[in-house]
């Protein structure tokens, strides 16, 4: 197959779960098709960026875009003017007529058998009248981050905009995910939320995957027993969120039990807010963006996923079950997952349970091993990125399968009537 893969960025850096789910199952694909990677580049990815995107794609195709900075006064323009469309603001800012003929161009001139829409923010470039199949890879239901957001917005004028944006955004992900001719979610539970929710008749579910070779703990690992590990990229809204929260609400009583207790929040780009978070408490530390976080992961008494917001999966969670690491996480946290409390994860949601989860497994390290132990069995026997990707190759022949049939099926009577 010749797959036309849309993209709103660049994949170097390799810095946030989105854009290592996209590389990691480009990389396996490359070896068995052909890849287009067309892509609107906004001149924020790496020097490097264009030159290493053969590694995951036959051919590169940039279309230069420039949406305003956030933050700035053209950015608060653009929200301003968002008031009156009926779009939500994640989605119209990538609204890009350069990259919606750039996709006509690449479809009429490149013999492309499948499109592939990676995130749903490219869909609003896709036009109707394509002449090949598209399929829609759906990293989470974006619709329930946002309505997430506005169960845990606490100010009235934050909540209504959320409120807004949500309502927008089931509209627009509802009509996209109909539109097209199949849907990858990333989980069970999501694909069942695309066929109730949604009505989505054609929609499969691809898991979740890990590196196992890269993700494997040193033989001269070595614990420490009163450190927690936040990972995750912390200018994502749902990061910040739940370390936030963590850090106010839960691990005041960690410490009740255990004063001596160190947190490390690792991950790229932090907010001013979550910088802020070193000065709450005491033996906090914000790291910025790191070369490496399996040295973190590997120090970790006990991996934290304290997350109220978001949808998917979660890579990091896999990331931290391969290096063999104790994990407690939200259900939001672990949503999709095939893990169990208790076995190969611990699962908790109010700020006390989290917290005993958390010291339970702090006082009892055989345990934690036992279950990180557990945990990196199952990733290693059944998600490693080569399996994984032989699963979406297997729904991307499929959609284009069922595509000929019903074209062959639409021609069919005026074959006959000629």
């Given amino acids: ?22 590389y990691q199952m480009l990389k396996h694909l490359k070896a068995h098709h052909r890849v287009t990677y067309l892509t609107l580049d906004d001149g924020t990815a790496a020097a490097d960026a264009p030159a290493r995107a053969a590694e995951y794609c036959h051919e590169l195709v940039r279309v230069p875009f420039a949406p305003p900075a956030k933050g700035s006064v053209a950015f608060f323009a653009d929200l301003a003017r968002n008031v009156v469309s009926p779009l939500p603001y994640a989605v119209a800012r990538y609204r890009s007529t350069p990259m919606r003929e750039a996709i006509r161009t690449a479809v009429r001139t490149g013999a ?149 207790t160190q947190l490390s929040i690792v991950g790229r780009n932090p907010t001013p807010a979550v910088s802020a978070l070193a000065d709450v408490a005491p033996g906090v530390r914000v790291t910025g963006t790191v070369p490496d976080i399996r040295p973190y992961l590997e120090e970790a008494a006990v991996v934290l996923v304290p997350l109220r917001v978001g949808g998917g999966t979660r890579l990091k969670i896999f990331e931290a079950m391969a290096m063999e690491c104790p994990i407690v996480s939200t259900t939001i946290g672990a949503e999709g997952l095939p893990v169990a409390d208790g076995e190969d994860i ?44 032989a699963d979406f190759g297997a729904a991307c022949e499929a959609t284009l399968e069922r595509w000929h049939g019903r074209e062959a099926q639409r021609r069919a009577p005026s074959a006959v009537g000629a």
């Fill in 1 to 22: 197959m010749h797959l036309l893969w849309l993209k709103t960025e660049l994949l170097h850096p390799i810095d946030k779960g989105g854009k290592i789910r996209t």
């Fill in 112 to 260: 492309v058998d499948l499109v592939v829409c990676d995130f749903l923010t490219p869909s609003i470039n896709i036009p109707d009248d394509l002449g090949v199949p598209v399929l829609l890879f759906q990293h989470n239901v974006e619709a329930a981050i946002w309505q997430r957001h506005t169960a845990v917005a606490s100010n009235p004028v934050r909540k209504a905009y959320m409120r807004e944006q949500w309502r927008r955004m089931k509209r627009f992900e509802q009509r996209e995910c109909r539109r097209v001719d199949h849907v990858v979610a990333v989980s069970d539970a999501d694909r069942t939320t695309f066929e109730r929710e949604y009505g989505v008749t054609s929609v499969s579910a691809v898991a979740t995957g890990v590196d196992t070779d890269y993700f494997q703990p040193s033989p001269e690992r070595a614990r420490h027993p009163d450190q927690l590990v936040f990972t995750g990229s912390m200018d994502w809204m749902p990061n910040e969120d739940g370390i936030g929260w963590f850090v106010r609400e839960v691990l005041p009583i960690v410490r009740a039990s255990l004063p001596h």
């Fill in 346 to 389: 611990r699962i908790a949601d109010s700020a006390a349970d989290f917290a005993a989860a958390t010291v339970a497994l702090l006082r009892n390290p055989p345990e934690a091993a036992r279950m990180g132990a557990a945990a990196a069995a199952q990733v290693r026997q059944r998600f490693g990125w080569e399996r994984v990707t």
